[in-house]
């Protein structure tokens, strides 16, 4: 007779299936939609890729703020190529998280009910024209440190989607940048409101890359899946070390007191980010989430004849294909 002890024994023994998914990721290769995949693999990845997908399209708002107001025609027409951008990185990332079995209108129906997360950096104001400056070289900067180590996560369609995001991440980084920089060789004005947007985006920018390792509950799974390949304060260290040299060449000042290079250590140390702030903003009560989950509800709402319009025009389509093929075998 099976003892208790010998049943948990056949029930911890990998499957084949389970044993090929941990192959495949001990290999450095990518797992497909149609493969095998452990249930929390999967929730995993729906959470995380549906929650970027989300960042990016709450994300075109305190930037949408600016276009009618950009300083000149070139300013706009950059601005609004950014925006169009992320508009389009949230359209593949939704696709990529409906190969794991979930659907956009499920997605959506979660970011506008409130129930979905998308990143906290999104719920801060964009005042000045400086703001477009400070979100392009830090929000899109840390992106590009956050991001460029997802082109080799584990699952297949998230790492294709991150490859093609990271290419325009740059470009949006660099706009930035040249935003600040420009105004910095401006007038004392130009250069007080470059300075003001980079004290108000630089701390929520760190807090981009999640809290702190000891209270991050899904890193150390996501690592060994590797769909994350470093830690979040690892990250957020990378990111400060390339602010560093840049802010130099701008002339603008980090407004961290505390930050200074560590010889012992070779990296910057660093002031404590106010985490408290982070998880208020994480519930709901940052200063513009109301504002920015009502913008997308209404856009939402407003935009219902076109997913209507659409889905008709595929079904007439699709039925004027069935009965052409059909005519065509009959003739
Ligand atoms: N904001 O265990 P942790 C962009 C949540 S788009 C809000 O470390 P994980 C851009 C986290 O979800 C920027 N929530 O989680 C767009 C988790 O909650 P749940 C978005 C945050 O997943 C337009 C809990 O806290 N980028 O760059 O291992 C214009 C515990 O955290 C945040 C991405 O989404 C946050 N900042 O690591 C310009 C990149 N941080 O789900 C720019 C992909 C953490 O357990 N995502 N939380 O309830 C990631 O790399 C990871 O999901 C994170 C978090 C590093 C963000």
Same mark, same amino acid.
């Given at each position: 007779m099976t003892s208790p002890a010998d049943l948990s024994l056949v029930h911890d023994a990998p499957s084949d299936e389970e044993h090929s998914f941990d192959e495949l990721v001990a290999n450095e290769q990518r797992i497909e939609p149609r493969d095998w995949m452990p249930d929390a693999y999967r929730k995993t990845l729906i959470r995380q890729i549906s929650q970027h997908a989300h960042s990016e399209i709450i994300g075109m708002q305190p930037e949408g703020n600016w276009i009618t107001r950009a300083p000149s025609l070139k300013r706009k027409a950059i601005l609004m190529a950014k925006v169009q951008d992320e508009a389009g990185h949230g359209l593949y990332l939704y696709s990529a998280a409906q $190969?794991?079995? $979930?659907?956009r209108e499920e997605m959506m129906r979660q970011l506008i009910d409130g129930k979905a997360k998308y990143s906290s950096i999104f719920n801060y104001p964009t005042p000045t024209w400086a703001d477009m400056g400070a979100i392009g070289w830090l929000v899109d900067g840390a992106a590009i440190v956050n991001q460029v180590p997802l082109c080799?996560?584990?699952y297949g369609p998230y790492a294709r989607a991150m490859v093609r995001i990271c290419k325009e991440e740059s470009f949006h980084q660099r706009q930035g940048f040249e935003i600040l920089l420009t105004l910095m060789q401006g007038t004392d004005e130009q250069r007080e409101m470059a300075q003001d947007a980079v004290n108000r985006w630089y701390w929520p920018s760190l807090a981009m890359f999640g809290p702190p390792d000891d209270q991050s509950p899904n890193s150390a799974q996501s690592m060994k899946w590797k769909?994350?390949?470093?830690?979040n304060d690892d990250l957020r260290q990378r990111f400060v070390g390339m602010l560093v040299p840049q802010a130099e060449i701008l002339g603008i000042t980090l407004p961290d007191p505390d930050l200074k290079w560590n010889d012992e250590t070779q990296q910057y140390d660093m002031g404590e980010i106010d985490w408290d702030e982070f998880f208020e903003v994480l519930k709901?009560?940052?200063?513009c989430n109301a504002e920015r989950l009502e913008r997308r509800r209404t856009a939402h709402e407003e935009g219902a004849w076109v997913r209507e319009a659409a889905a008709e025009y595929a079904r007439v389509s699709s039925r004027s294909a069935r009965s052409a093929t059909g005519s065509g075998m009959a003739s």
């Open positions: $190969t794991l079995g $979930t659907t080799r996560a584990s769909i994350k390949r470093f830690s709901g009560n940052g200063p």
